[in-house]
């Protein structure tokens, strides 16, 4: 839950298109992306009462879209929590991090080439 609900969808809306994660407005006090639902405190899907600050990661394809996620994020709001470079977690973890407009760790990691040991689940509407 976002205490400014505008502000959020603009900051998500900026970043997730450099990761290609398409974002669906509601006229409902939410939006969606993906998996992730972030609402204000008067949506039905909220209890009034922020829950607190949270760190999100989302997968980017390469180094660049890394970069191009700080950049975007900090010119649409957040605040910069970490830049793009190599991480001591484990050999070959590029990552960068912000803050959210609610103070929430944002980061966009890029861990190498993807390997995937099946294959793809696609879901049509």
Known sequence: MVRD????ES???AILSVLDIPVLSTDKGYFLADELLVSSAESPTALGALT???HLA???KDRGTVDAFHSVALANGGRDNGAPGLRAYHPGYYAAF???PD???IEAVYQGEARR?????VIEF
Do not use: E, I, K
């Not at 040991?117 to 689940?121: F, I, R, Y």
């Open 103 to 105: 103070g929430n760790n």
């Open 98 to 100: 912000v803050l959210d």
């Open 5 to 8: 609900l505008q502000a959020s």
């Open 52 to 54: 607190g600050r949270h």
């Open 58 to 60: 989302f997968q980017a």
């Open 11 to 13: 900051f998500y809306r």
């Open 117 to 121: 040991n099946t294959p793809s689940v």
